[in-house]
Antibody, heavy 123, light 107 residues
Framework: EVQLVESGGGLVQPGGSLKLSCAAS????????MHWVRQASGKGLEWVGR??????????AYAASVKGRFTISRDDSKNTAYLQMNSLKTEDTAVYYC??????????????WGQGTLVTVSS | DIQMTQSPSSLSASVGDRVTITCRAS??????LNWYQQKPGKAPKLLIY???SLQSGVPSRFSGSGSGTDFTLTISSLEPEDFGVYYC?????????FGGGTKVEIK
């Protein structure tokens, strides 16, 4: 059974930092890309970024709203992906989900999601 | 960036009704379009991938169609458990983007 479990959320002051973790099991983590998606309370879904596998040089991509402040990394030996968030702003307050895409014939979709972890940026 | 526009933003329908939600991309995305359902306090659930392929385990009353820039999610006969917010999402280039969501309420 595929499981994605996020942790590390909490309350942080504006300008502060926080590191989220996403522990994966039930699939070949090392061969999979990992994505982060966030959702502010009462709002829609916003893609944050992704990291590809070692075979794809651990390439990363980010949304413009977080580029330069957030960094996605992974530790394949621990089956865990990370989201390092620096210079946090109040508008970063959201539930953060990790998700792994399933791709077939060049078409990708997010069929597995974690339960989400809440990040609150407030003074 | 590719913008995804959904309509309507909300709807209220009765059990048994046929419900249609549309999603328009700001440029052609071929069939790289997915649909998700989200219930309060839960992670999104994949319903349709590649515009028209039904995800395993999803009831057959859900269907998707379209290609290029215009897409449709149809619920052929609304059930009480179909309440929630529905999102479309493209998966072509970066950044990935989601539509603004359509909230479905049961009358």
């Amino acid at each position: 059974e595929v499981q994605l479990v996020e942790s590390g959320g909490g309350l942080v002051q504006p300008g502060g930092s926080l590191k989220l973790s996403c522990a994966a099991s039930g699939f070949t983590f090392s061969g999979s890309a990992m994505h982060w998606v966030r959702q502010a309370s009462g709002k829609g879904l916003e893609w944050v970024g992704r990291i590809r596998s070692k075979a794809n040089s651990y390439a990363t991509a980010y949304a413009a709203s977080v580029k330069g402040r957030f960094t996605i990394s992974r530790d394949d030996s621990k089956n865990t992906a990370y989201l390092q968030m620096n210079s946090l702003k109040t508008e970063d307050t959201a539930v953060y989900y990790c998700t792994s895409p399933y791709c077939t014939n060049g078409v990708c979709s997010f069929d597995y999601w974690g339960q989400g972890t809440l990040v609150t940026v407030s003074s | 960036d590719i913008q995804m526009t959904q309509s309507p933003s909300s709807l209220s329908a009765s059990v048994g009704d046929r419900v249609t939600i549309t999603c328009r991309a700001s440029q052609s995305i071929s069939s790289y379009l997915n649909w998700y359902q989200q219930k309060p306090g839960k992670a999104p659930k994949l319903l349709i991938y590649a515009a028209s392929s039904l995800q395993s385990g999803v009831p057959s009353r859900f269907s998707g169609s379209g290609s290029g820039t215009d897409f449709t999610l149809t619920i052929s006969s609304l059930e009480p458990e179909d309440f929630g917010v529905y999102y479309c999402q493209h998966h072509t280039n970066w950044p990935l983007t989601f539509g603004g969501g359509t909230k479905v309420e049961i009358k």
